[in-house]
């Protein structure tokens, strides 16, 4: 599975989007870009997965570049219940999630 | 909405002792998943279980860790002889079969040996 690279935090005013950076210059052609969050000492959350097109949901968009290296997940209107540490997680073969360091966010008020 | 529960939330046990953690997966998953964060560090994959076996299992999970499924709902992590080191939060997870990177965490059990 492909390394990722995200900044160690960030921090965004509250009803502003965030927009999480994530390079994975490694990713193969079959390797899907999956985001999770883990809010202080909670269970990761799912947010949103993608391959190469962009995607939204009610959570968030995900957007990837053509050539596949970084992507963007984009919260549009940030609330301080987003403040939480957010994982970019390239998968590939193996059932399990390898978490990194993450982003962790601040939403300011 | 279904969720992932586990039990207990916080477990304080002495070294040496056996521990078993308890999961109840979302009704419909079919794969189970364990894993721990130890305070302050990343999250870390144990163990991956479908269909009533081990799927996959990192170096962590040594000869000291087991997992179960004794019935229809719950899931089990169980820890034989407990050393401080087994000290973290372990969180289950689940998904379905065709969603195995949308894994749904518990709460997760904080696990204290002293």
């Known amino acids: 599975d492909a390394k990722t690279t995200q900044p160690p935090s960030m921090d965004c005013a509250e009803g502003r989007a965030a927009n999480l950076p994530c390079n994975h210059s490694?990713?193969?052609?079959?390797?899907?870009v999956y985001w999770y969050r883990q809010i202080h000492s909670q269970g990761p959350q799912y947010i949103i997965h993608?391959?190469?097109n962009n995607e939204t949901n009610e959570m968030a968009s995900l957007i990837i570049t053509e050539d596949r290296k970084s992507s963007t997940l984009i919260l549009p209107h940030a609330t301080l219940r987003d403040t939480a540490v957010y994982y970019c997680i390239v998968i590939g073969s193996s059932y399990k999630l390898i978490f990194g360091s993450g982003t962790r966010l601040l939403v300011r008020p | 909405e279904p969720e992932v529960t586990q039990t207990p939330s916080h477990q304080v046990t002495q070294m040496g002792q056996e521990v078993i953690l308890r999961c109840v997966p979302i009704s419909n998953h079919l794969y189970f998943y364990w894993y721990r964060q130890i305070l302050g560090q990343k999250v870390e994959f144990l163990v991956s279980?479908?269909?009533?076996?081990?799927?996959?299992k990192s170096e962590i999970f040594d000869d000291q860790f087991s997992v179960e499924r004794p019935d229809g709902s719950n899931f089990t992590l169980k820890i034989r002889s407990t050393k401080l080191e087994d000290s973290a939060m372990y969180f289950c997870?689940?998904?379905?079969?065709?969603?195995?990177?949308?894994?749904?965490f518990g709460p997760g059990t904080r696990l204290t040996v002293t």
């Open positions: 993608g391959l190469k």
């Open positions: 490694t990713i193969s052609g079959n390797e899907y």
């Open positions: 997870a689940s998904s379905e079969l065709g969603q195995l990177y949308e894994q749904y």
């Open positions: 279980f479908y269909n009533n076996e081990i799927s996959e």
